[in-house]
């Protein structure tokens, strides 16, 4: 399946009721201490990765936690080819991967040279079968952990199947929507998942790439750690590209210029999917 940038960026974010502070650049250089920092994104617009290799460096996280890698991958983040873009991406397969130019990450990665990286991709085989089956079953073992076990209550299913048809452009026939929310839950998951391990390993504070989506306080990785470790403390930072209407379920969020690209929809118009 394409990878469809609309979703998995969060672009399709609906603002829901919370508190949340808009902030400028400047201002993630100087975060509040937390065990754990949401840095949520538009992965293909390269002002956000700047904006998180800036929180990165104020941070100075024991660990980073990577949507964009499997863990396999994060283990081939040594310290030797740390340094080099082209080796690292070369190493990582990076332009087979689907996401955008490695070049946009790679700073990130010098903004903390000595934390510990870890990879929370989903395989595509596990989101199809989040898809078919539903999260837990792909989650395995540890669903219980993350409420994967619990179906949505009626409202917040029709609330993100609602974003799932518009972050599909309308696209995707009708049932196939609830199974494209399993699929976002099992990645809230793996995220989740990823964090717990690297503060068991390093002790934190760990520092989270991932998109924008993902680091919603109300439907996403905040909400999985409050359930699994509530004495986490969990900052969350959205990035848009324009203004939000409403309350932005948030701690913190800022807003930037769009960055250029194609129209998102004319995939799904030409027969894409999305992955």
Known sequence: MKRSFLLAAGLAVVARPGLADRIEPAQLARLTPADVVILGEVHDNPRHHENQALAVAGLRP?????????????????????????????????????????????????????????????????????????????????????????????????????????????????????????AQRLRDAALARAVMEAMEETGGPVAVITGTGHARRDVGVPALLAEAAPALRVLSIGQFEAPPEGEVPFDLWLVTAPAPRPDPCAGFAEGGGAG
């Open 62 to 182: 024991a660990a980073l936690v990577f949507e964009m890698l499997t863990p396999e991958k994060a283990a081939l983040v040594t310290p030797d080819l740390r340094p080099s873009e082209r080796r690292l991406a070369a190493v990582l397969d990076w332009d087979r991967s689907g996401w955008p130019d490695f070049a946009m990450y790679h700073p990130i990665l010098l903004a903390a040279p000595e934390a510990q990286v870890f990879g929370a991709e989903v395989p595509r085989d596990e989101a199809r079968a989040a898809v078919s089956e539903g999260a837990a079953a792909a989650f395995g073992a540890e669903a219980a952990r993350f409420g994967l076990d619990r179906p949505l209550a009626p409202e917040d299913l029709a609330e993100r199947i609602e974003e799932q048809r518009v972050a599909h452009c309308g696209a995707l026939p009708a049932d196939l929507l609830s199974g494209m929310v399993e």
